[in-house]
Structures are given as C-alpha cells and as structure tokens.
C-alpha cells in the first residue's frame, strides 16, 4: 500500500516548518503537475518565491521522469536547483541519484510529488518521507491516466483502512 505520510492541497500547503523540525534536510520534487503544468513550461513568480524560501532551510532537487531536457533545464535554471531527468520512477535508479546529489540519509530526505504509483510509491521503497499533493492540471500523458485509474482503487482501499480519500488533506 503506497500510503504518503503527507496529503497536502498543493507545494504551497506543505507545512515545511514541520518537515525541518522532523528533520528534513532535502526535498525531492517531482516536475510535471507538481511544480509546473505537464503542457506549460511556466515558471510563475509564486513558484519562484516559494523554491527562493525553501532553499534557505533545504537543499531541493527535481526529479523527473521526462526526456525533455530543454523543458527541466529551463525550469531548474529558472529555480536554481539540480535537477534529476529520465529518472525511470518508481525505480530506484532517479532516487539513488537523488540521495547521492543530496549526501545524506534517506530518512533526512522528502519526496513531494502527484502520484502514487511513481513518486510515492518509488520514495517509499528507498525509505523517504512522503508527501503527495493533487496534479496541478488535468492534461496528462496516456500512461499517466493510466496510473489515475489503478489511483482511484488504491484510494478506496486508503479511504477503508486509514479513512483517506482524494481531497482529504492530512500532515
């Protein structure tokens, strides 16, 4: 069951003062309905200021599962941060590249990100703390609606067993 430890609204609603007193020290952002739209490579200044802030307490990295180069590179220029692309989650292969950017443990190490069967599931099984957030934007590839689906089924079995369900935010 690949439960986050986290649901929040959005990357704004993250209660990040929280996660530094837990002792966070990295946060691992996936890129596409999480940080940015899937079909828009907008970086808006409220991102900007809140990566700005986060940097201050953190060490932050995107992950992804894109090839798009052009696409990471803008946004992480734009952000100033490292960026992981082709990350081929929820593989251990983006997530071990992750925990060797950020040099330290796995448990001082955040994975926030809009779905459960690739960035959940994938930082769960190297031992990250978890924080999902709802997709920014419907638009979404066909694999990941895909993974939408077999979402809602794994939601009904969160919503029995732990009383969550999409929309019902907890930290």
């Known amino acids: 069951m690949c439960k986050a430890d986290m649901y929040q609204k959005d990357i704004f609603s993250i209660n990040y ?18 940080i940015i739209e899937k079909k828009k490579n907008v970086v808006d200044d409220k991102v900007k200021e809140l990566f ?22 803008y946004v992480s220029k ?3 941060i490292e960026y992981i692309m082709n990350a081929r989650k929820p593989f251990k292969y983006g997530y071990n590249k992750a925990k060797g950017l ?3 443990s796995v ?16 930082a769960k ?9 709802d997709p920014i934007h419907q638009s979404e590839l066909i694999l990941t609606k895909f993974n939408r689906l ?7 079995r969160l919503n029995k067993k732990y009383n969550i369900r999409r929309g019902s935010y907890y930290d």
């Open 78 to 80: 734009k952000l100033d």
């Open 17 to 34: 003062k929280k996660l530094k007193e837990m002792g966070i020290k990295v946060l691992v952002f996936d890129l596409d309905n999480t």
């Open 102 to 104: 950020s040099n330290t």
């Open 52 to 73: 700005k802030r986060l940097k201050k307490d953190f060490k932050v990295i995107i992950i992804s599962n894109t090839w798009n180069r052009k696409k990471i590179e």
């Open 150 to 156: 077999i979402e809602y089924f794994i939601f009904k």
């Open 125 to 133: 099984k190297m031992g990250y703390y978890c924080c999902l957030v």
């Open 107 to 122: 448990r001082n190490i955040c994975m926030i990100g809009d779905q459960l069967l690739t960035d959940i599931l994938g």
